[in-house]
């Protein structure tokens, strides 16, 4: 079943969190009470885990007001991509979203980082290819975070495909020309009781904004 919203682009200047941790109707409420406006939460490589958003708790984050957009895991650090494995993860990616029930048009975050430090650029580059492909074509629009260690240059993330990027609290490249539509923060604690990170919306230096999902009727406003 779809979830009940709209996909609306992010307008700048919204505070918002990543978490790895379910975000139960009470805590959701909390946050939008407190000024935040929406939320990123994952989604697996593979079969949906017990920790990963599920569709009960994307309706539950929608109906608090928070706007909401997945973001899949990624592996442990030291990992080595490939265009096989972006084709598989992306796919899972556009799978599990769809499991959620999120609309097309809605952003699908790519998390790149922690990759191993001897994999070619190239590696990196048809990985990132194959996993937007995987994602666009069940009508998602691809973002891609850039973390630590992601091996690509800003130029090279810039030659990608997407038109999308989430830039990390580590130290990641400039995105040449276009820049980033989400950046994020360090939150020194929890917060409502779970850990996030903080983020914050920006329109990118070619006007691009990120592609969220919320509730009809229930749009978020600036803090």
Same mark, same amino acid.
């Given at each position: 079943?779809?979830?009940?919203?709209?996909?609306?682009?992010?307008?700048? #200047?919204?505070? !918002?969190?990543?978490?790895? $941790?379910?975000?139960? %109707?009470?805590?959701?409420?909390?946050? &939008?009470?407190? /000024?935040?406006?929406?939320?990123?939460?994952?989604?697996?490589?593979?079969?949906?885990?017990?920790?990963?958003?599920?569709?009960?708790?994307?309706?539950?984050?929608?109906?608090?007001?928070?706007?909401?957009?997945?973001?899949?895991?990624?592996?442990?650090?030291?990992?080595?991509?490939? #265009?096989?494995? !972006?084709?598989?993860?992306? $796919?899972?990616?556009? %799978?599990?979203?769809?499991?959620?029930? &999120?609309?097309? /048009?809605?952003?699908?975050?790519?998390?790149?980082?922690?990759?191993?430090?001897?994999?070619?650029?190239?590696?990196?580059?048809?990985?990132?290819?194959?996993?937007?492909?995987?994602?666009?074509?069940?009508?998602?629009?691809?973002?891609?975070?850039?973390?630590?260690?992601?091996?690509?240059?800003?130029?090279?993330?810039?030659?990608?495909?997407?038109?999308?990027?989430?830039?990390?609290?580590?130290?990641?490249?400039?995105?040449?020309?276009?820049?980033?539509?989400?950046?994020?923060?360090?939150?020194?604690?929890?917060?409502?009781?779970?850990?996030?990170?903080?983020?914050?919306?920006?329109?990118?230096?070619?006007?691009?904004?990120?592609?969220?999902?919320?509730?009809?009727?229930?749009?978020?406003?600036?803090?």
């Amino acid at each position: 079943m779809s979830l009940s919203g709209t996909v609306q682009s992010a307008a700048p #200047g919204l505070r !918002g969190f990543d978490a790895n $941790t379910i975000i139960t %109707a009470g805590v959701a409420q909390q946050f &939008f009470s407190q /000024g935040f406006s929406f939320c990123l939460r994952y989604i697996s490589r593979g079969s949906e885990a017990s920790k990963d958003l599920s569709a009960a708790e994307a309706s539950a984050i929608l109906s608090s007001g928070l706007a909401l957009m997945p973001v899949q895991h990624v592996a442990a650090a030291g990992w080595t991509p490939s #265009g096989s494995l !972006g084709r598989q993860n992306g $796919t899972h990616a556009a %799978a599990n979203a769809t499991l959620v029930g &999120f609309p097309p /048009g809605v952003n699908v975050w790519c998390d790149l980082e922690g990759v191993n430090s001897a994999t070619p650029a190239q590696a990196v580059i048809e990985y990132c290819q194959a996993w937007f492909d995987a994602v666009s074509a069940e009508g998602f629009v691809p973002g891609l975070y850039v973390g630590a260690d992601a091996i690509l240059t800003g130029q090279q993330l810039f030659d990608l495909r997407f038109q999308h990027y989430w830039k990390s609290l580590s130290r990641v490249p400039d995105i040449p020309i276009r820049g980033y539509q989400l950046v994020q923060h360090f939150a020194s604690a929890p917060v409502n009781g779970i850990s996030i990170d903080l983020n914050i919306t920006q329109n990118d230096n070619q006007g691009g904004q990120a592609q969220w999902l919320v509730q009809t009727g229930a749009p978020p406003d600036a803090a």
